[in-house]
């Protein structure tokens, strides 16, 4: 069973609390809607040819999602992944841990109007969503995992699981 990690009455400030919601997927399910919306008008955009489907597809996913910088660290009981999440508050945030991986997804919903009364469309300067998903080098627990968001900086700490017990076999 997997644990989403969401800022659900945390503890400090920067602190994300553990629950267990699955909204994950109807948050993935509305950014793919927006990506195909994208793609369609890119396609349109260039007359409807054929043959740059794929291409409109990835500029789509581009404009829309920036995947952050990670760095997974390891020591002998855990797995520490620090996340760059600039922009983004604990309240924005949501990770999904798994026993062998961990999702992070970010939304800011913001809109910035210049003063000739213009709205922001697109940027490459900041983003509104993230999202990154991670393999981790070993199996960890879930349940006992923990994050912290401090100056942009999201670190989650997985606990790892349990190694394998052997069980001897006793003949009768």
């Known amino acids: 069973m ?11 400030k920067g602190q994300i609390a553990i629950a267990r919601p699955a909204s994950i997927f109807e948050e993935m399910d509305q950014l793919m809607r927006r990506i195909e919306e994208r793609a369609f008008n890119l396609f349109q955009q260039r007359g409807g040819g054929d043959g740059f ?27 520490v992944l620090h996340a760059e999440v600039p922009g983004f508050d604990a309240k924005e945030l949501t990770i999904r841990a798994e026993p062998n991986s961990i999702s992070i997804y970010g939304k800011v919903e913001k809109k910035t109007e ?11 300067i900041s983003c509104n969503e993230v999202y990154r998903e991670i393999l981790l080098p070993a199996h960890v627990n879930p349940d006992k995992a923990t994050a912290h968001l401090e ?19 006793k003949a009768a």
């Open 2 to 12: 997997a644990t989403a990690l969401v800022n659900q009455k945390a503890q400090g």
């Open 114 to 124: 210049s003063e000739k009364g213009a709205t922001e469309r697109y940027s490459e």
């Open 151 to 169: 100056k942009g900086v999201l670190e989650v700490r997985l606990a790892k699981a349990a190694k394998p017990k052997m069980i001897e076999i």
């Open 53 to 79: 489907a794929l291409s409109d597809w990835f500029r789509a996913e581009h404009e829309m999602v920036k995947a952050m910088p990670i760095r997974v660290e390891e020591t002998d009981n855990e797995v």
